[in-house]
């Protein structure tokens, strides 16, 4: 829970059902999280790799004094704490314990901590949309919109339903058709008239689709690679589906709207800007 104190300045209780970004956010983008530092983590992997550095007897200046007054050619993990010890040797001792989690894994010099780090997290199955998170030049919250939206996590009105809120079920951008997030960006109207602008103006014709998983795997396909035309894609799709949220947004809490011709030119702009 420390994340969440630190967050929002207090304690909170929350379940673990719906905390589950905790583990999410610090995971790498390759398994579907946003590759934040975990401070608590990192210090462990860190103070590991002291240890490591003890126990190899590596060619350092510190590493030498801590032998010759501290271990005196004891076997690392046998050492006995000394009262008289310094605050820093005392603590690298007392952590041999999480150092030994480490020991199966064959370290390379190089990255040592980031290597620890990423020891601490339990193997992950790599999702396919990936590429829409690696270089991508959107801002960083149209990124974490899309974020959410892949996972199907932003609270369009079928999922606030769920959780026992009387609210309108219609999507206030047609008002054709119950608000979910399928809905939202592949069968829309008005969201389907902005991706139709903004295809044209990148000159790009989409696959057909009948399903979201269809219209996904559409997305990923014109998003891999590193070539201009895929990094153009993905910054356009980033960043409408950002607008497309924003723009429903304000129509349920602000009573504004915007017409999609509208939508479109500053999506285009926001892009132009950021390309350049």
């Known amino acids: 829970m420390r994340i969440v104190e630190v967050t929002y300045g207090r304690a909170l209780i929350l379940s673990p059902r719906k905390l ?11 398994v579907g999280g946003l590759n934040l530092i975990n401070l608590h983590s990192w210090n462990k992997a860190a103070i590991a790799k002291h240890c490591w550095d003890l126990e190899h007897k590596q060619d350092k200046l510190w590493i030498k004094w801590v032998h010759s007054y501290y271990i005196k050619r004891t076997p690392f993990q046998e050492v006995i704490i000394s009262q008289q010890a310094c605050w820093m040797v005392k603590k690298i001792l007392e952590a041999r314990q999480v150092y030994s989690q480490f020991q199966p894994i064959v ?19 790599r999702v396919p949309w990936k590429c829409l998170m690696f270089q991508n030049f959107a801002r960083p919250k149209a990124v974490f919109t899309m974020w959410l939206q892949l996972q199907n996590r932003l609270n369009t009105t079928d999922r606030l339903k769920k959780w026992g809120l009387d609210i309108e079920l219609k999507c206030v951008l047609c008002q054709l058709h119950f608000e979910f997030r399928d809905h939202m960006y592949t069968s829309c109207p008005y969201s389907q008239q902005v991706w139709s602008k903004l295809l044209q103006w990148i000159q790009f014709v989409q696959a057909p689709y009948n399903n979201w998983s269809q219209y996904v795997l559409g997305i990923i396909d014109a998003a891999k690679g590193k070539t201009p035309t895929a990094q153009i894609f993905k910054l356009v799709y980033t960043e409408y589906v950002y607008a497309i949220w924003i723009e429903r947004n304000h129509r349920i809490f602000e009573k504004d709207s915007r017409t999609w011709e509208s939508l479109a030119r500053e999506i285009a702009y926001i892009c132009c800007v950021r390309a350049s």
Do not use: A, C, D, E
Request: net charge positive; aromatic share 20%.
């Open 20 to 30: 589950w970004w905790l583990g999410k956010v610090y995971s790498p983008k390759s």
């Open 107 to 125: 370290l390379q010099n190089k990255s040592m901590i980031r290597q620890l780090y990423f020891h601490l997290f339990r193997p992950q199955q």
